[in-house]
């Protein structure tokens, strides 16, 4: 197709490769190239067919990709490479630490204004389709409370954050969302829960040979910003069972609004998702993103944006008129 939206990858890890995966189920996109911090010629895609360059030499590359879909972390790559990328390209990325998600749109903001592009931010699903459907929620049914249960899913922030206590050889850590708490929600008590009483959490661990394995314990679950506020389960496994049964990435979660409306009426919105894998399910909603990143730069709009600018009419590859026919 000669009118295909020319896409690009910045990063070629789980989330790389999972966008290389959705763009192919999207005969309106093209992948015209990766981009890598690693030796290009150590990098293998999924389709040997496309190239992949140093992202060193991503400048020279701007009138060839219509829209540069961001696959580094949230920690430290995006940070950096968001506000530069900006300056070049019309962008998406998953940027997911909440806390900051203000400080990083202003700083993409003003770069994507000077440069006339847009740069769409905190795409995934929570944040992203789980943002708009507490948008939904709290709008529809303004009597009310939002409750957000994540899991049961790998998480990957909470996995590195383990990896990276001394003697840890492997690890993964699962979020489980509190069956007791999702049935007070649904029932609509409303209930006010602490941290604590909506989620645990579960780790595998494969140890180095000799470490302590009380200290490792002790340094997880005491954890600040991790695990000091949850019921943390630690569990200690070899590297086989490790292969086995824990090298998947699953999850998924709920958005309940629970609310009243007239005199006493309750009514209950939910949205649920369940992930055999997060970082492809991720880097599907990036993708019809960027579709509607590029209809709103062929519309000439700039500037950083949300999920909560974009009509969901402009993420589908259908004409207003086939959504309502198809879908209205």
């Given at each position: 197709m000669s009118n295909q939206i020319k896409v690009a990858i910045a990063g070629y890890g789980n989330l790389g490769r999972g966008v290389e995966s959705a763009l192919a189920q999207n005969p309106d996109m093209q992948l015209v190239g990766v981009f890598s911090r690693r030796d290009p010629s150590s990098v293998e895609l999924l389709n040997k067919d496309v190239p992949v360059y140093a992202i060193a030499d991503?400048?020279?590359?701007?009138?060839?990709?219509?829209?540069?879909?961001?696959?580094?972390?949230?920690?430290?790559?995006?940070?950096?490479?968001?506000p530069y990328l900006a300056q070049f390209f019309n962008t998406v990325d998953s940027f997911d630490t909440h806390a900051k998600v203000n400080e990083y749109f202003d700083a993409l903001d003003i770069p994507a204004k000077k440069?006339?592009?847009?740069?769409?931010l905190s795409v995934g699903w929570d944040p992203g389709l789980f943002s708009l459907n507490r948008l939904y929620g709290e709008t529809i049914l303004p009597q009310g409370e939002t409750?957000?249960?994540?899991?049961?899913?790998?998480?990957?922030?909470?996995?590195?954050?383990?990896?990276?206590?001394?003697?840890?050889?492997s690890g993964v850590q699962y979020t489980l969302p509190s069956?007791?708490?999702?049935?007070?929600?649904?029932?609509?008590?409303?209930?006010?829960?602490?941290?604590?009483?909506?989620?645990?959490?579960?780790?595998?661990?494969?140890?180095d040979d000799g470490a302590d394995a009380e200290q490792i314990r002790h340094s997880i679950v005491t954890m600040p910003d991790y695990f000091a506020d949850y019921d943390t389960e630690v569990n200690f496994i070899d590297s086989a069972t490790f292969a086995k049964e824990h090298t998947k990435?699953?999850?998924?979660?709920?958005?309940?609004?629970?609310?009243?409306?007239?005199?006493?009426?309750?009514?209950?919105?939910?949205?649920?998702l369940a992930l055999d894998s997060n970082?492809?399910?991720?880097?599907?909603?990036l993708v019809a993103y960027a579709r509607a990143v590029h209809k709103l730069a062929s519309r000439g709009e700039?500037?950083?944006?949300?999920?909560?600018?974009?009509?969901?009419?402009?993420?589908?590859?259908?004409?207003?008129?086939?959504?309502?026919?198809?879908?209205?």
């Open positions: 991503i400048e020279q590359f701007q009138d060839q990709v219509d829209v540069m879909i961001l696959c580094g972390g949230s920690r430290s790559d995006l940070p950096e490479q968001g440069a006339g592009k847009i740069a769409l409750y957000t249960f994540w899991g049961k899913g790998l998480s990957q922030g909470h996995s590195d954050a383990i990896r990276r206590v001394a003697g840890v050889k069956e007791t708490a999702i049935a007070r929600v649904r029932a609509g008590e409303q209930p006010e829960l602490t941290t604590r009483e909506k989620h645990t959490r579960q780790c595998f661990i494969v140890l990435m699953p999850h998924g979660g709920f958005v309940i609004r629970s609310g009243v409306t007239g005199t006493a009426s309750k009514q209950t919105i939910e949205y649920s970082p492809e399910f991720t880097a599907s909603v700039v500037g950083a944006k949300t999920v909560f600018d974009v009509a969901p009419g402009l993420l589908s590859p259908k004409t207003p008129a086939q959504l309502r026919k198809d879908l209205l």
